[in-house]
């Protein structure tokens, strides 16, 4: 029977203590990790000053990847806390370039660079960044910079393995992939990372992993949590590996494939230049001309009350983002595409008609829906 | 008619502006100041961190007032941030003493301490701190220093006036008060907190008042919002306006008349010594010989399904807790008195009965209870 | 505040009451009737039930017309209360023809037929009867027939009003246009009808209208109704008039255009074949050669999760049948569409494609749009 | 993965019927009935209809027992349906008095009498019927009267085998024990009902056992179910078996004697003179000189924000009803009872205080407590 509703001072009860020991095992199957992941009450944002904060002292270099606006957000960040930031500079097409940051590190011989931030999946361009690849590139150039990465808008919809690939700290948060709503974020860590915590010097306190690991082992926080998100957590983990998490990561490949094609039928360009720097998440598309795409996305949300997302800073007005992740199924998605599709038309945007069709071409062939089969 | 579930890559849309607009404005009624109100999705502990990096530089010396546990707490919680502290002992059983603070601040002729902390209602012993007594202390000892206060467990259920008793900057949460889960938490300011940020040196971004303050002029916020909370604060303040805030004071000052008359009819102590710093939201008991308090509360948790809150520290096993805050009636109350009673006697402690007999004569008292009437 | 969850063994307050003559008050704009509306704790067919055991005797003789599955339920239920009916044969592919239903009335001179009932919007074919011109011919018949009429899947999507087409008695349920669960049934009724009701001898007292209309004046009911579907009601009456009834109705025959438009492009047939009985709340789709609809539903169930209306009885396996109704709107018939289109490539139903292509040619018309503008 | 919000015309699906099938074996369980349980979409008084118009015939006489209010609805609603009925005269301070059932069917030998109906627990009154000696009254009259029990306020609260003490129809509800809303109830039967609907004469479709018993079988339903009211059935099922049948009667049990040592430690007077028909679910309390029960009701409600039962028809302002059942603990019954005795006080009522102290002293009993561990 329902417990009483009487007031709860203490929520250090037993039946808290399971429910944190479950998601604090069942988030590193989703990071793919041995090791501690950390669960911040907390947004996105501030997983990134968490990464950062526990693993660096002031006035440490680091090296970051300019794969759009996030990736500029998170450099400004760095700054705001009193580190010095280099930018590799990118064309807001690409996910980050290893060889680059490989020549970077090669010679940084002093190892100056304290650490190299990555974007995994950048939520403004649509592009996805080849982790594994950039890890390599630091062991080839023998550097002992950690590898810092932001999965925010990538975790639990893109394949990513924080152990295999060697990542350090791995940023995260619950309102995309995970489908909760925003207000957890995490750092999955590596030994590595939580070496460098020692000796790290910046100033920290709620995100300070050492104290917060010593209450987890336990099941429990240091301070309040986020109690109710932490009940989602609990059930979206369940979810996910009832799906099987391979099997999410196909379905949004071919949610990408079939939004892509029917981006193409329309004549149109996706932002992302690099076929294999597609993102499954969500596919920016570029206007004809570079503008007039927030007179597009209004009039698409006035006529079919939905909201597509907007070009930010260097690409605003020129490019709209359309979104495939989360709880979101074949059907959800040919909606979506139709209305982008009425949308072009309405707001007289040069375009071919048949981007629908494309789409369910792709999705309704058999080989890529295999999955769903296997995971019945 | 509800909008298709589609995914909103973008939360910056016009409906969000008009939610952020109004709980944004609404809040300041509740800490009763015409300055903004910062809104962090984060849990208490990080309104602490807010309040202190935003105000104050590495090394500079906060004088603290030991009122109990989450006193301490935060005393760590500033070391830990690179600030030196210094700690004005208390007993547990009072609210700060404002003549104590007074000596300490005019013996600081170099006015070295940049700023007095002070926890308003103590969760750890149910003792009220005199807020307005202490900023006149600081003033007649005309002491620079800001005065932050934690409202974290009396917001919304204990009178409170950031403006009127010129407090720097005020740390509320979500939890209690506002009858909302964990996970937004403030930090209303003054116009001198204001100017101090901007000679503050402590590193700062998700924190950082600047930014977040001028995107909040136009309802907006600097990164992802705990989007689902804002819904329910704009719920709770409504709510909490309707009842009226004065009668939401008044019935808790109810409820705490009540729960006193309950511990002195069963021949217990209140651990609060101070009349005038009784908690409304809160009552701490101390137990015969000062032991067996988890003993009892395990017991009531087993037999009646409730939990009292822990003896937390110095007080570990000496006290229990009984909250009677949020969203709590005077029949609630009597349950929850009766639980007490009845898991006195099953433990075996030394008491008598009658408490919750004491308590129905308060709170079937007519005088006490034409709060109602007026309300309605 | 909330009130405490004491039990409720009286549901007869003053809260309870201003529902209920709020929701008594409001469903009556739905019929579009100013005469009471009876609202049954009950699916619809216990109101069809409650249609005929109100206003009829044992042996009376019913005139009922087969549109379909439902019409054909609705005389066996009249059947087994000891009625007699008569059937006029359809072809499960128009609403009922006025015109035959004049001639009958005419050649029955002595009266004998007490009821004509038929189904407004018949939902195992997706053909509307035109009950204006049914009244119309009863009318020029000078025949004292009561008509009764089941809108259960029409009622708050497809224009319909009560006083003004002169309807005895409109069956109606909870499920469908309203957007609630199952669980709530009406009967609005006319001065003929409650006058009938005198002298008709059929027992009856769950459904007895006399003692539930002097209850409902005062806002009660003469049993335990079912409370949560009521304030569910209330709300859903709210979100009807904020459209505007008349924008439903459009939107509705808006998206049974852009349905038809799919199946014509598809080379596939509408069982409805009088274009002004059309639904505006579902469309059947005949398949080719009449067979193979259930395995088709099957592989767009399995592959796209979406569940199609099945043929019943004498068109089982031979059509499918599209819903559009309730909380739909533009982008969801295009996904619907877009799992039909899959679905017949899928199963290997001959067809052309572009049915979704003709759809939103349909969808994206400013002219047919233009109620959303209007409505906001 | 949740399934698209498409609109399911058909709800004669696989995940439907696995649904039906649990609930319609659940149910039976809770009768305590190997036999079928008929589940109908409709209030309680539903259920009392289904049971007379399928087990008789018109002018088929049924001795009733006046136990109270509701046992004399049953009546008039027994007489509206054209039966003939015969009450044996109650005091409304017993339940039925098997002795008198018996000596009534043995003067009636040539077997007039059709059906018995009885009211287990008379929710006006409190008083609880002894349906196992009714049964043996009625064999050892030897007449062949079926047995119909209302345990619309039982089920699930007090015991109760319709198998065992060989009851023909029973008929319950949803909204009590079963802590749902209202919107269901239900038949239970034994062979020999089934045996005398074959030849029953009332004319009956929504509630006709026969098709609705060959539809179940496999799961499903003739008519469209209270489809969301049936996912709570079977969350209640398994919560009632999770805690045990016999530790929620043991329950139920324990606060009946809790209030009626209140009652009597009031100085007032428990309406049920029986000691052996006590409620488990509710308990009257008569008002000295029998009035002012109204004026206390509204003084608690307004004052304490507490509805409790009012005295209907020939008690009406004699007798207040304090209900204690569904989902009820031992606090909420503390602060109930703290509500009335606050109430008897304000309004002026004699009485003496101690009430809630010899509750509590009942509750925190370890003997009766024992079920808790028991259960845990």
């Not at 010097?201 to 104290?211: G, H, V």
């Not at 609990?234 to 494939?257: K, P, S, T």
């Not at 949308?343 to 369910?360: C, F, N, Q, R, T």
Request: overall charge negative; aromatic content about 6%.
């Amino acid at each position: 029977m329902r417990a009483i509703d009487m007031p709860t001072i203490d929520h250090r009860g037993p039946t808290f203590q399971d429910l944190g020991k479950r998601v604090l095992a069942g988030i590193r199957t989703i990071f793919k990790t041995k090791n501690p992941v950390l669960i911040y009450p907390a947004s996105g944002t501030g997983a990134w000053e968490a990464a950062l904060v526990n693993t660096l002292s002031p006035g440490d270099l680091c090296l970051m990847y300019e794969t759009g606006h996030f990736a500029t957000l998170w450099k400004k960040l760095a700054e705001r806390l009193g580190l010095r930031t280099e930018f590799i500079e990118g064309d807001w097409r690409h996910g980050a370039d290893a060889k680059a940051i490989g020549e970077r590190l090669q010679a940084d011989t002093n190892h100056e660079i304290k650490a190299v931030c990555v974007v995994h999946n950048e939520t403004s361009t649509g592009c996805v960044s080849p982790i594994k690849a950039v890890r390599e590139a630091i062991g080839a150039a023998g550097h002992p910079a950690l590898l810092l990465v932001d999965t925010i808008s990538s975790l639990a919809s893109i394949d990513y393995r924080h152990d295999e690939w060697g990542v350090d700290v791995t940023v995260g948060g619950s309102q995309k992939g995970l489908m909760l709503p925003p207000g957890l974020s995490f750092n999955a860590v590596s030994d590595k990372a939580l070496k460098a915590q020692e000796s790290a010097k910046l100033p920290r306190s709620y995100w300070a992993w050492d104290e917060m690991l010593a209450a987890n082992e336990n099941g429990f926080f240091t301070y309040t949590p986020a109690t109710n998100l932490l009940y989602g957590l609990d059930a979206a983990i369940e979810m996910l590996h009832a799906e099987g998490l391979e099997n999410v990561f196909a379905r949004h490949q071919r949610h990408g494939a079939a939004t892509r094609a029917a981006v193409e039928a329309w004549g149109l360009e996706v932002l992302c230049a690099e076929p294999t720097h597609h993102s499954g998440s969500l596919t920016a598309v570029l206007m004809p001309d570079r503008k007039g795409a927030d007179a597009l996305r209004k009039i698409i949300l006035d006529r079919f009350d939905m909201s597509l997302g907007a070009g930010l800073s260097k690409v605003a007005d020129q490019i709209f983002r359309i979104g495939h992740l989360g709880d979101f199924n074949d059907l959800t998605l040919v909606g979506t595409l139709g209305g982008v599709e009425m949308g072009l038309k309405a707001a007289g945007v040069a375009h071919k008609s048949g981007g629908v069709d494309a789409a369910m071409a792709v999705l309704g062939d058999t080989e890529t829906a295999s999955y769903r089969q296997a995971a019945e």
